[in-house]
Every structure is written in C-alpha cells, then in structure tokens.
C-alpha cells in the first residue's frame, strides 16, 4: 500500500508538471491572440465599434451590431407599447366586473328555493320534453357554472349545483341551456351559424395574437393584417354568440312561466340570473373588438410609415 501510495504520488506530481506545462502553453497561446485581435480591431472599424458598445451598454448600438436572433431578443425585452393598455384595461375591467357580478349574483338566489320545488335537472328534461328537443341528455358535469349544451353530441350538462339545486338560480340556468337544445330541435339560424365558426374562431384566438406580435416585432404590416384576418374570425364568433345567448335567456324565462315551474313573484330572481350570466358574453365580445381595433390601428400607422 505505501509503496503503490508513493507511485501515485509520484505520478500526480508528474501529472501537475505536465499540466502546467499545458497551461502555460494555453496562457501563452491566449496572448497571443488578444494581441492579434488588438492589431486586427486596429485596422477594422467594425470590430471597433463592437468594442465601444461593450463598454457603454447602448441598446441602439446593440440592435445595430447584433445578429438577428439576439437583436430579435432585445426588441421582445424591450418593445411596449402604452397604447395597447388603453385598449387591454377597458374590456379587462369589465370582465372582471361581469365574473364577479355574475357569481354573485348566482350566489344569492342560490339562496332562494323555488315554489314548486323542481331540480335543476327535472326542469330541463321537463323543459326539452314539451318544447320538442327529444334525444337530448342531461347529464351532470362537475365544475362551478360549467353548464353547456353541447350540439354535436346532444347532451346538456349541468354543473351539480344546478343539477340537484331547487335554487331561483339552478332553475334559471338550467333552462337557460334547455334554451340552447330547443334553438338547436328549431334550427335557429344564429346557432347554426355559430356552430360554423367555432373551429376557425378557435384557430384565430390562438394564432392571431402570435402573428399579429411578430408583425410588430420584424416591422411586417402584411403580417399584422393577416393577425388581423384570423382573430377577425374570432370577433365575429362572440358577436354571434349575443344573439343566440339572449335568445336562450327569453326562451327560458317564458318556459319556466309557462309550464308553471315558477310563478310571477319568482320571474325577476330567475331574470336577474340570466341578465348577469349574459354579462360575461357582452364583456367578452368588447375585449375581443378593442383588441381587433387595435390591430387594426397598429397595421394602419405601419402601412403610414411605408
């Protein structure tokens, strides 16, 4: 053991002189190409100016001397734009406005058991039965207000607080999507409409605002009109979307009086509901317009510079 200690030893003085040896040959070597690099940067005015923005930190100097990729990275670092709050801010503080309101408002008459005593979910089967959207299921889907009716599969789902509710509020939105499965048996033209433009609308929401953001980015009015083209298909979805909302909203409230599941004292809390939920859709429409219009805006002031 001692004599084989004393070979590694050895050995890795050997190694230590060897590598110092190599070290001082790479210090060596580094030497002499900064002196190179001095004689060269002498003579060429553009390596020049790169040493004259190391030592000043100037974004303008950097965005003139640095490749695409790292003068791509200071513009998405350093581009903002004050205008897009004027157009963000508004549609943001009214959707904020019209989730609170609406949950609120779901709350309170929530609070409220309806006469009758029906469920959410007996309401709407009741309601699809009578006004001739036989086929359709109810079924229960979890989830706080995660009530739909989804067309292509004819199922009408009810979060469980509306589904098992006997509230002023389940019975509300219950038939509120009993409202969309009768449009759907009825063929009402803005909901067959809307179904033609999820896809596309979907496609927009996502894509537009990547296309239009590097329009802005590379300079590109041609890329900022085609952002504006796809999300365009995203505005005329929520604009749609009022109309066969509403009209959901009417249906319900008159079937509910009609078959007598609520009476006249009971209409303005069942309304109250609906008008708060039909909020949500209003304010989302606003935010998808301002932010078209501010593509729209931004594209037009680009094609000005040209």
Same mark, same amino acid.
């Given at each position: 053991?001692?004599?084989?200690?004393?070979?590694?030893?050895?050995?890795?003085?050997?190694?230590?002189?060897?590598?110092?040896?190599?070290?001082?040959?790479?210090?060596?070597?580094?030497?002499?190409?900064?002196?190179?690099?001095?004689?060269?940067?002498?003579?060429?005015?553009? !390596?020049?100016?790169?040493?004259?923005?190391?030592?000043?930190?100037?974004?303008?100097?950097? !965005?003139?001397?640095?490749?695409?990729?790292?003068?791509?990275?200071? !513009?998405?670092?350093?581009?903002?734009?004050?205008?897009?709050?004027?157009?963000?801010?508004?549609?943001?503080? !009214?959707?904020?406005?019209?989730?609170?309101?609406?949950?609120?408002?779901?709350?309170?008459?929530?609070?409220?058991?309806?006469?009758?005593?029906?469920?959410?979910?007996?309401?709407?089967?009741?309601?699809?039965?009578?006004?001739?959207?036989?086929?359709?299921?109810v079924e229960e889907t979890p989830g706080f207000l995660s009530?739909?009716?989804?067309?292509?599969?004819?199922?009408?789902?009810?979060?469980?607080?509306?589904?098992?509710?006997?509230?002023?509020?389940?019975?509300?939105?219950?038939?509120?999507?009993?409202?969309?499965?009768?449009?759907?048996?009825?063929?009402y033209g803005p909901l067959s409409f809307r179904s033609l433009v999820v896809k596309p609308a979907m496609i927009g929401s996502n894509l537009a605002p990547i296309i239009a953001t590097a329009g802005f980015f590379l300079q590109s009015a041609n890329l900022v009109w085609l952002g504006v083209i796809t999300f365009s298909a995203f505005v005329l979805f929520t604009l749609v979307t009022l109309p066969v909302e509403f009209d959901a909203s009417n249906r319900a409230v008159a079937a509910l009086q009609e078959t007598g599941m609520i009476d006249a004292a009971e209409v303005p809390g069942a309304r109250a509901v609906l008008r708060a939920a039909a909020m949500t859709y209003v304010a989302s429409a606003v935010s998808a317009i301002l932010q078209l219009l501010y593509f729209v805006l931004r594209a037009n002031s680009m094609n000005d510079r040209d």
């Open positions: 053991m001692i004599a084989r200690g004393g070979w590694l030893s050895d050995r890795s003085g050997w190694l230590s002189d060897r590598g110092a040896a190599a070290l001082g040959r790479g210090s060596a070597a580094a030497h002499k190409a900064k002196c190179a690099k001095k004689q060269r940067s002498a003579r060429d005015p553009v !390596l020049l100016d790169r040493q004259k923005f190391a030592s000043t930190s100037s974004v303008n100097a950097a !965005l003139s001397l640095a490749p695409w990729p790292r003068r791509l990275k200071f !513009l998405i670092v350093f581009h903002f734009d004050p205008l897009y709050l004027a157009f963000l801010v508004p549609g943001m503080l !009214l959707s904020f406005w019209a989730s609170a309101r609406v949950k609120s408002t779901f709350n309170k008459y929530s609070q409220v058991a309806s006469r009758r005593g029906w469920t959410g979910a007996a309401a709407a089967r009741e309601l699809i039965r009578q006004r001739g959207a036989d086929g359709v299921r009530d739909h009716y989804d067309p292509s599969a004819r199922v009408l789902r009810l979060s469980p607080d509306v589904f098992h509710g006997r509230s002023l509020a389940a019975l509300g939105v219950a038939a509120h999507e009993a409202g969309h499965a009768i449009q759907h048996a009825k063929k």
